[in-house]
């Protein structure tokens, strides 16, 4: 079956700007995080969704901001884009809310100059 | 919150050596901790993973073990060989899919 599918691939922003990202888990599952990935940082949590409720949020400001739609589809947004905001974001689908394999999408690299 | 911190940050071994990654976390409350592989340019994919309630999984050449009293866990990796060399990233998660990733180890094995 398809795996965890992220949209787009690259983007490139200017500061201010704001991007909507897309994920599209895999079919059957409810749960959607994201993350974000820097060199040295890792992997941090931002948030996760489970039937279109936020369940967990992650330690980030107000300017990320995310929701799921009723097919379990997943975007996350991020307003007034800060130099600082670049990196790979990666979303992950799950079966059900409960702890266990995340299934990790190629990832949306954000660039912002 | 949960802190993970990871240990080495970077690692190489001679091919067929084994190979040893280990984890601390803070929160007495984590229950679920997997470890994750990432290749150059791919995403993390789900190697092996264990529950509080168990002390040592092994699949394989790779084995996980978890100490709940000194909250930390390992990963260990026997007869490494090249396709082993990856990022791997241990996670510790007490609700939900809500992870707390340690900063990974750069894992090179040397033919």
């Known amino acids: 079956k398809a795996g965890v599918t992220q949209t787009p691939r690259y983007l490139i922003k200017t500061r201010g700007q704001q991007v909507t990202l897309s994920c599209s888990p895999i079919s059957g599952h409810r749960s959607v995080s994201w993350y974000q990935q820097t060199p040295g940082q890792g992997l941090q949590f931002l948030f996760e969704y489970f039937s279109e409720t936020q369940r967990n949020k992650g330690n980030f400001p107000g300017r990320f901001s995310g929701r799921q739609f009723s097919n379990s589809r997943s975007e996350m947004n991020v307003s007034t884009l800060e130099l600082g905001d670049s990196a790979l974001y990666l979303c992950?689908?799950?079966?059900?809310?409960?702890?266990?394999?995340?299934?990790f999408g190629e990832g949306s690299r954000l660039t912002v100059l | 919150g949960e802190n993970v911190e990871q240990h080495p940050s970077t690692l190489s071994v001679q091919e067929g050596d084994s190979a040893v990654i280990k984890c601390t976390y803070s929160?007495?409350?984590?229950?679920?901790f997997p470890w994750y592989k990432q290749e150059l340019g791919k995403r993390p994919q789900l190697i092996i993973d264990i529950r509080s309630n168990v002390g040592e999984k092994k699949d394989q050449r790779i084995a996980v073990t978890l100490n709940k009293t000194a909250k930390h866990f390992s990963l260990h990796i026997t007869e490494t060989q090249p396709e082993d060399s990856a990022v791997y990233f241990c996670a510790a998660s007490k609700t939900g899919n809500q992870f707390y990733f340690g900063t990974g180890t750069s894992l090179t094995v040397i033919p």
């Open positions: 929160d007495s409350a984590s229950n679920y």
């Open positions: 992950a689908s799950s079966w059900d809310s409960i702890a266990g394999e995340l299934f």
